[in-house]
T-cell receptor, first 114, second 112 residues
Framework: NAGVTQTPKFRVLKTGQSMTLLCAQD?????MYWYRQDPGMGLRLIHY???????AKGEVPDGYNVSRLKKQNFLLGLESAAPSQTSVYFC?????????????FGPGTRLTVT | QKEVEQDPGPLSVPEGAIVSLNCTYS??????FMWYRQYSRKGPELLMY????GNKEDGRFTAQVDKSSKYISLFIRDSQPSDSATYLC????????????FGAGTTVTVRA
């Protein structure tokens, strides 16, 4: 039981490049989330999904897109990376049915945009 | 003004001391209050949650909620070096909220 895994763990991009971050969970959770964590800012929700084939915007969605084609996977895309997107990105998942607060986080992806 | 305020610290205490952490919030509709622990270069993990007001104890950890003051606390008794981590408070209005409101986190170091 791996829980929530994220790929890659580290990445350096040049401004304007694109990339996709992959999140996978093996707990059969309904909800999945993408956060970014910056010093002094806490965790900020980028996008989330309440089920396979659904996605919704969080509080900082600009510059990111997501897809959830399979229940266990949640992809985060950066189409044209900017230095302001330098951050640590965390994926999380939670059961449905009134347990959304019980979020399980992945180990994070450290992204640097130069 | 942020919805959830948390002193970032850092906080350094000797082993065996009581660690006291707290958060204040502005949204009186919050009903669920969580504490997450995050070790260095790892993802956060849920430590405790409390519904509405009152206290909850789990081993050396006690969570308190004072809704009248919009103030929550986490106490760690007999602190150990393994408790060294960043502690984030989080809150939601319902148990099915997709969006949790997180504090910025307080970094704690327990010195052996």
């Amino acid at each position: 039981n791996a829980g929530v895994t994220q790929t890659p763990k580290f990445r350096v991009l040049k401004t304007g490049q694109s990339m996709t971050l992959l999140c996978a969970q093996d707990m059969n959770h309904e909800y999945m989330y993408w956060y970014r964590q910056d010093p002094g800012m806490g965790l900020r929700l980028i996008h989330y999904s309440v089920g396979e084939g659904t996605t919704a915007k969080g509080e900082v969605p600009d510059g990111y897109n997501v897809s959830r084609l399979k229940k266990q996977n949640f992809l985060l895309g950066l189409e044209s990376a900017a230095p302001s997107q330098t951050s640590v990105y965390f994926c999380a998942s939670s059961p449905g049915g009134g347990l959304s607060y019980e979020q399980y986080f992945g180990p994070g992806t450290r992204l640097t945009v130069t | 003004q942020k919805e959830v305020e948390q002193d970032p610290g850092p906080l350094s205490v000797p082993e065996g001391a009581i660690v006291s952490l707290n958060c204040t919030y502005s949204n009186s509709a919050f009903q669920y209050f969580m504490w997450y622990r995050q070790y260095s270069r790892k993802g956060p993990e849920l430590l405790m949650y409390t519904y509405s007001s009152g206290n909850k104890e789990d081993g050396r950890f006690t969570a308190q909620v004072d809704k009248s003051s919009k103030y929550i606390s986490l106490f760690i008794r007999d602190s150990q070096p393994s408790d060294s981590a960043t502690y984030l408070c989080a809150m939601s209005v319902t148990s099915n909220d997709y969006k949790l409101s997180f504090g910025a986190g307080t970094t704690v170091t327990v010195r052996a």
